[in-house]
Nanobody
Framework: QLQLVESGGGLVQPGGSLRLSCAAS????????IGWFRQAPGKEREGVLC????????TYADSVKGRFTIARDNAKKMVYLQMNSLKPEDTAVYYC??????????????????WGQGTQVAVSS
């Protein structure tokens, strides 16, 4: 059964850090790009970062440039989102998703076919 499971969310103070994890199962992670998306209350889901099958990352949210990074460990079937210098506006549910076609990234939610259940990130003092 194909699954993506996020973990690592929580409450953090502004300026703090969190690392989100996405555990993949039921498919060969090596061949797929994985994207991280987020959705704040009342807003549309937006692409944050994506990592392709070669390990190259693409940032889709300008607001996270220089603060968030993405990495993958195919042997462990894991993808990570490292979030530093967190701001209150980063508060959202964060999702990882599998790209529906092999290898390449996309910033659109329509380019992904399987999604995790999401993990809540709250940035507040």
């Amino acid at each position: 059964q194909l699954q993506l499971v996020e973990s690592g969310g929580g409450l953090v103070q502004p300026g703090g850090s969190l690392r989100l994890s996405c555990a993949a199962s039921g498919f060969t992670l090596d061949n797929y790009a994985i994207g991280w998306f987020r959705q704040a209350p009342g807003k549309e889901r937006e692409g944050v970062l994506c990592i392709n099958s070669s390990g190259r990352s693409t940032t889709y949210a300008d607001s996270v440039k220089g603060r968030f990074t993405i990495a993958r460990d195919n042997a462990k079937k894991m993808v990570y989102l490292q979030m530093n210098s967190l701001k209150p506006e980063d508060t959202a549910v964060y999702y990882c998703a599998r790209r529906s076609t092999l290898y390449y990234c996309s910033g659109s939610v329509y380019g992904y076919d399987y999604w995790g259940q999401g993990t809540q990130v709250a940035v507040s003092s």
